[in-house]
């Protein structure tokens, strides 16, 4: 069963801020949301991650809702290089596990 | 810092044959995964390693498909026989797990075709 559910797709004009949800309704108290993207032909790279606290770093900044049932990524001003399949991913913290992708959302950037 | 290294990074084989890929983790990662992207099932784990030991292979297909690890800086995912139905990108990631976060460090993958 899968852990989060992403919409497929998405599209958004360059400069403008791109906001992609995941629902991820059976998180458990110690599972992270963790957000990796893959351009095409590349390997996955990590975004972000959270626990229940809003987080930004120099790449994004993830919204955590109150019950941790859902979230958002945000990138504030998108780029055309930001087009790429970004997956939202649920795993236990505390340790290194193999990560389970889903089908995530094909963001797609707009000139 | 070179990153995660994977060669070679396309392969083209006959069903049948060995292919053995190869992955250097960044130095100093003391967990190795290897994973599996086709169309149809998307990424996919494979096996996974700590300081070299396998520590999950739940994901590994069948007996055709195995993985070592002889060293920190060194592992290899060897399919005998090959099929045409492991055609895939095959990705090696590296990690160093401190305090609860995991980050990924991906290679560029390895793009296997077998005929």
């Known amino acids: 069963d899968a852990k989060t559910t992403q919409p497929p797709s998405m599209d958004c004009a360059e400069g403008r801020a791109a906001n992609l949800p995941c629902n991820h309704s059976t998180i458990s108290g110690n599972e992270y949301v963790y957000w990796y993207r893959q351009i095409h032909s590349q390997g996955p790279q990590y975004i972000i991650h959270g626990l229940k606290n809003n987080e930004t770093n120099e790449m994004a900044s993830l919204i955590i809702t109150e019950d941790r049932k859902s979230s958002t990524l945000i990138l504030p001003h998108a780029t055309l290089r930001d087009t790429a399949v970004y997956y939202c991913?649920?795993?236990?913290?505390?340790?290194?596990?193999?990560?389970?992708f889903g089908k995530g959302t094909h963001l797609i950037i707009q000139p | 810092d070179a990153g995660v290294i994977q060669s070679p990074r396309h392969e083209v084989t006959e069903m049948g044959q060995e292919v053995t890929l190869r992955c250097k983790p960044i130095?100093?990662?003391?967990?190795l995964f290897w994973y599996r992207q086709t169309m149809m099932r998307g990424l996919e784990l494979l096996i996974y390693f700590n300081n070299n030991v396998p520590i999950d292979d739940s994901g590994m297909p069948e007996d055709r498909f195995s993985a070592k690890m002889p060293n920190a800086s060194f592992s290899t995912l060897k399919i005998q026989p090959s099929e045409p139905r492991d055609s895939a990108v095959y990705f090696c990631?590296?990690?160093?797990?401190?305090?609860?976060?995991?980050?990924?460090?991906f290679g560029p993958g390895t793009r296997l075709t077998v005929l």
């Open positions: 990631a590296s990690s160093l797990v401190w305090g609860k976060h995991n980050e990924q460090f």
């Open positions: 991913i649920v795993t236990p913290g505390g340790g290194a596990d193999g990560l389970t």
């Open positions: 130095s100093g990662h003391d967990y």
